[in-house]
């Protein structure tokens, strides 16, 4: 896996006058290194902007917030980039940040509202081209395009928004796989079986389960399995904190980063694959454009 860091940094305000917080489930071992009151040289590129130096700093605050600083007078290009090509539309708008090299970043502006799409498929006991023939994965795929990006969406409402898609299509939810256990699968149509995985990192295992069950008992052909991205969870994960510090008075601050993702899934198929023997498809969601 990619050490390089990347996420999605939803436009507002402070995005013009200070700088970029770096979510915590995007934060790999360079950075999570950098102390409170550190911070780091970076190099930042954007469009046809001349590349500025400003700096990536771990406040000395109680959460320790980590962000690409840019506050300074000689980077005041960069403030006036920013708020030139976001300030018509802020809300929904999105910043791509990518590292390319340790330390030096692009930054891509999405101004588009983005949807959602399958952006890696992740495939077990099945081929590619078995995949792209399957009328109900393209489906699935046209389902998802039809979902815009809302910036204040959390995770219950893309699952809400997925379902109602689905369901318009002919898809039946919440089905039974063994009567008896009572476990049902999130959607199933055709005999391919669904679960929509867009929460904790914990309980996804359980869909594999049930894909072997509906393949034992309901003669199940593909089990697919959709979740977020790294990039897309961390987005997520952000706006989950966000709304627990507003609506929650805590002692200490929650941390979002245990969102099951498709990088989770590729780390760990190889050592769960030996008990599936039924086609199984992880699909990463991501936002087009992104």
Known sequence: ??????????????TFK????????AQTERYLAIGKGQKVAVTLFCDTLAPVTAEI?????????????????????LRHYLHATFSAHIKGNLLEVEEVA??????????????????????HNVQNHEVSACAEVVEIERSLLAIDYVADFN??????????????????????????????????????????????????????VKFMLAKKYREARLGLLLCPTNV???????????????????ERT??????????KAVRELPYLGFMFEMPIVVAGVGLSGA
């Not at 200070?18 to 489930?25: D, H, V």
């Not at 030096?104 to 992740?122: G, H, Q, W």
């Not at 929650?254 to 990088?263: D, H, I, L, N, T």
């Open 155 to 208: 995770q219950a409402d893309y699952n809400r928004r997925i379902g109602d898609g689905l369901v318009s299509s002919g898809w039946q939810q919440e089905q039974r796989v063994v009567n008896e256990l009572g476990l049902r699968c999130d959607f199933e149509k055709n005999g391919v079986w669904v679960e929509v995985e867009f929460g904790n990192a914990r309980s996804y295992y359980q869909g594999y």
């Open 102 to 123: 340790p330390f030096t970043f692009c930054l891509r502006p999405i101004l588009k509202t983005p949807t959602l799409r399958i952006t890696e498929l992740l495939l």
């Open 232 to 250: 897309f969870a961390g987005l997520l994960c952000e706006l989950g904190s966000k709304r627990a510090q507003q609506d929650v008075v805590r």
């Open 254 to 263: 929650p941390v979002y980063s245990g969102m099951m993702s498709f990088e």
């Open 1 to 14: 896996m990619s050490d390089l860091l990347k996420f999605l940094h939803p436009v507002g305000p402070s």
């Open 18 to 25: 200070y700088g970029i917080t770096i979510p915590i489930a």
């Open 57 to 77: 700093r771990r406040l000395n605050n109680d959460p320790g917030h980590l962000q690409f600083r840019y506050e300074n007078k000689s980077l005041e290009p």
